[in-house]
């Protein structure tokens, strides 16, 4: 039996600590091949180099650092760099939590999701701490649930976020994503020329966390594993707005 292959991607950049320990993590389980953007790209989203060249670096047979977004690295590979597609695309492991509407903004979240598009299983992995960053129980946690999609696969269309709390986690548990429960903070500053410049920050109100939410597996010590879906359509509203369509129908038809 051929050996598996594993794509793995991140956000941080292609020598990034927390990359390195889920590749080796993966390396027990297969071909491991490394295709990330060559320096930080955090909160790129999904999105993908249009109006500029995208240039590679082959640091090795199997290392590619892309002058590009996370999007952008798993294109190339899936379809220039890489011999055939992998078995699975693994993103991560990224320094914080991806979770509630930071999945719209990460492009952790976004490197899996591309993935996905293009017919691969893939999972994003966050390590819920920005200071302490000791990756050793995600990637370890992260190699368990490759072997698991390895061996049974995932539904169509589907991707799965993992955020792992910091220390030991008493347990895992499938969360849904939660609800927006973070203040959008703009703080206005000067520069030594007296210009005004901004920086975009966030709070966050863990007293509305929701119980079943993927803040509140984390928060109980659990990691969070949430299934994504591409289709983004909310099919509930393609009935309940219908009523809508004759005051919206053109002239003449």
């Given amino acids: 039996m051929a050996p598996k292959r594993i794509l793995v991607t991140n956000d941080d950049g292609i020598h990034a600590p927390g990359l390195r320990a889920l590749e080796a993590s993966l390396a027990t389980l297969g071909e491991v091949t490394v295709a990330a953007p060559e320096r930080e ?5 999904q999105s993908i180099s249009l109006h500029s060249p995208l240039r590679v670096h082959a640091l090795d047979e199997r290392h ?4 590009g977004t996370p999007a952008d690295a798993v294109i190339l590979a899936l379809h220039h760099l890489l011999p055939e597609k992998p078995d699975l695309v693994v993103s991560g492991i990224n320094p914080g939590g991806n979770l509630g509407e930071n999945v719209v903004y990460s492009g952790t979240v976004a490197g899996a999701m591309e993935a996905v598009l293009h017919g691969v299983p893939a999972f994003a992995v966050s390590l819920c701490s920005r200071k302490q960053t000791d990756f050793r129980v995600a990637a370890n946690f992260s190699a368990r649930l490759a072997a698991k999609v390895l061996d049974e ?28 429960i973070s203040q959008t903070l703009v703080r206005e500053q000067q520069d030594p020329r007296g210009r005004k410049y901004y920086w975009l920050d966030e709070s966050v109100a863990l007293e509305q966390v929701e119980p079943d939410s993927d803040y509140a597996a984390v928060l109980a010590g659990e990691i969070a594993i949430t299934p994504l879906q591409v289709d983004r359509t909310d099919y509930r509203s393609l009935n309940h707005l219908s ?11």
């Fill in 41 to 45: 790209m955090s909160a790129t989203s």
């Fill in 64 to 67: 590619f650092a892309v002058a």
């Fill in 153 to 180: 696969g995932l539904p169509s269309g589907i991707m799965l976020n993992v955020n792992v709390p910091r220390g030991s986690p008493s347990g895992v548990r499938f969360a849904r994503q939660s609800q927006k």
């Fill in 243 to 253: 009523h809508w369509l004759e005051s919206l129908q053109l002239n003449g038809k």
